[in-house]
């Protein structure tokens, strides 16, 4: 029993210790390792200098060439082509019938925050106490040493956004690889964007027993006048966020100038009201799609719909106000009965053909981000050509996110994050054969292969 | 809570609701009698290979034919040029057209039988149908050791709730063990603690229905035997019990955890019966020797895994593990979403492990029959089974497939083309509906009815909560009672 304790301990200061820390301790008490599985060290691969040779290369920002390479060096890709100089002592993969993607993104996830999601919230860090939430980070919630990550990245999944949840403003997500050893490791973003929850006009959710009016129902327009209320607060404390930045800058330049406190809500606000970072807006309805768009006119803002369920409803005011959407949950079951069966499987294709810009994301918590392949590739089924749906969760969100200079496609000079498969990515039977995340070669195990090694060669005991 | 609340404001704007079951009616009409040649297509039988070039005569809802250039006759033909056709999808382990899911108020309710609460005018047959599925096994909650009956049916939209019932399908039931069962998700303040709380009491549970049902059988055979004179009172919860003991029933038991799962083998064991499918099983890979010798199949998600703490030691691999040690292994969904895309649940199936394309397809077809004992007339297409199949316009295992037509013993229950124009009439008929004074609400005040009505946003993170919302079980808004 004591010894249990002190194991339980021990985990609890390694959780919490430097990485150097873990290592010694690693070494110095060999039982701590027994009682890890050691899924729970996410193995962060091994760098170099590396040569894809005969692969297809799916660059997606270019034309697709059927027989080439690719070379990673120093974290980046380095040369794309058919006849590219290989230098001497770089390790060759032989890429003979197998094909080339740039890794995807998952631009809306909470990976690495939550990790069972139903009935343990040991594992939880989604979702903070409060409605004003503009301080949280999800960078510093994140566990770089999740069991989502490797069984996410070894499906070609190479980054997400990871947001926090609930609220009006939940906090700020942050962009991050799936490999390090910490979380500054793994960021690529850390401060990617704030979450907003946009206030919604409900009217559905306040019906009682006893029908009309028994529960306090309300009427399309005592909803709106709500939402309408909520979002007069929302613009205040913006506005006051924008007058605390002015007061703050006041005094940097004349220190003879009343000296404002500092505040924690609105420091964390200012790159974002001001317009010089973006807010995700978490909208699904066109109603709710619209209203977000008169409030980024209306406050100046950069704004991104996340959600967007029926965002191809409102294409002229997203266009009109620069507003890309990051369309989650296509999996959802049409919200009416009388809605077509495909009504969000053919959404995106809706949105393509309406000039959005949008990626594709799962919204997923954690465990079923590695399904993004899939969900891109039903919208395929519904109205997107397969190189759209393949650009919905690599390039798309890479510009929509505002890093397409360092992701999104098999480009010289951007991040080295690139898979190799023997088929089509977004096809559930493609198998991943290498990965690089960084240009880090990645180990292709996760918490799952380790099980199925653990138990594929598995007898009965004989009584 | 709100989920009942929802149920009630669906009801309260019944007109619309009216309307969007006319023009599903309307869809489902669609479907046609008579008989049918399927023309030059691409055919996965699912038992016999994939035939290139194939012709499929239906006739009076059976396969009559399958070959090349066959002769239509009177058949309606249908020109799949460069499409597949599989055997229809089926699903093990289903919940929809359920209008009450768990009886959750003791732990043994074996006297209950889901059949009395099934609802033909779902709007999840529909979907499940445009996704290429033909056939589930509508199974009761996992709230209890031992839950009520299940029902084997064909997603036969349009018709009577007693047309989708499979006549000659073996009856089943629905076993649970586990944190279900235990409760340990549904904790109402003031409620006693039903008992079963643990897993010892969960099999002394199990063990103790099982030694009533003998004593029961004895006490009737000792009737029989005229060795009594009074006939023992008759006991609706014992009678499905003993019809497990005699091998007449099937036993579907949702777990998750392998140790639970092989405890109840050894149950099975101790009072002589067979579990017919360990359901969801995601840790079945730790004992797959131990399932394969007692004879059970398994039926699980295929890469589902992390939604609880049950299901952290889920992979992916499992289907392979299973279908290595010669276990029939079905892909279930378990959810009125999921249900729609078994397909590439199926060719999953491929992507770890390896296993082959046609066992692939059976773990959504012919193993799913097999396991509600309907492997005979349905599952794969073969002559003299039923004309249950569908038609996609590309391989089924793409993830750019889609359904183009889906068949129930020859007749169409969801076609593409027809759903086109029936979206479209639809559409005009609701617009109409909309702009009837009789359906705008009063212009003041706070009634439902006024001003458009704004359908609420569904996020389907958790994939179970079509399923919650028609429990009005207010113990299941947090996890399913079934999953």
Known sequence: MKN???IKKLADFLRSGSVAVIAMLMLAVGSVSAQSDGSQQNKTGRAGTFAITNARIVTVSGEVIEKGSVLIRDGKIAAVGTS???PRGAETIKGDGMTVFPGMIDAATNLGLAEISGGANATMDVQEVGSINANARAIKGVNPHSSHVNVTRINGITTVISFPTGGLISGQAALINLNGSTQDEM????????IVNFPRVATGRRFGFGGPGAGGGTDFNAALRRRDEQLDELKKLFEAAKNYQKARAAYESDKSLPYLATDAQYEALVPYVTGQKPIFFTAEREIDIKGVAKFVADMKLKGIIIGGQEAWKAADDLKKNNIAVIFTNIYSLPTSQDYPYDYYFAAPGKMQSAGIKFAVSTGEGGGEVRDLPYQAGIAGAFGLTPEQALRSVTLNPAEILGVADKLGSIEV???????VADGDI???RTKIQHMFIGGRLIPLTSRHTELFDSFKNRTASPK | MFLIKEKIMRKTSIFLVFAALCMFAATAATAQNGDVLIKNATVMTASKGTLQNTDILIQNGKITRIGKNLTSGSARVIDATGKYVTPGII???????LDAI???????????DVKDALDPDDISIYRALAGGTTAALLLHGSANSIGGQS????FKYGKGKDDFLIKDAPTGIKFAMGENVKRSNFNVPGMTPRYPRTRMGVVETVRDAFTRARDYRQAWADFNAKKTKTPPRRDLQLEPLVEILEGKRIVHAHGYRSDEQLNLLKIADEFGFKIGTLQHGLETYKFAPEIAKHGAGVSIFIDSWSYKIEGYDAIPFTAYMLWKQGIVVSINSDSDERIRRLNLDAAKAMKYGGVPEEDALKMVTLNPAIQLGIGKRTGSIEVGKDGDVVIWTGHPFSPYSRVETTMIEGEVYFDRAADAQKRTAAEAEKAALLKDKMNSGPATGSGPGAGPRIPRESIVHDRDHADQEKTGDTHTDQEGGHR
Do not use: Y
């Open chain 1, 84 to 86: 590219i100089q290989i």
């Open chain 1, 426 to 428: 977004l096809d559930p």
């Open chain 2, 91 to 97: 699903d093990a382990h289903s919940h929809a057209m």
């Open chain 2, 151 to 154: 029902a084997t049916i064909k």
């Open chain 1, 413 to 419: 000079g951007k991040i080295a994050n690139v898979v």
């Open chain 1, 187 to 194: 960021a690529v973003v850390p401060e990617a964007g704030l």
């Open chain 2, 102 to 112: 768990n009886e959750s108020s003791f732990s043994v309710t074996s006297m209950t």
């Open chain 1, 4 to 6: 249990l304790i002190n």
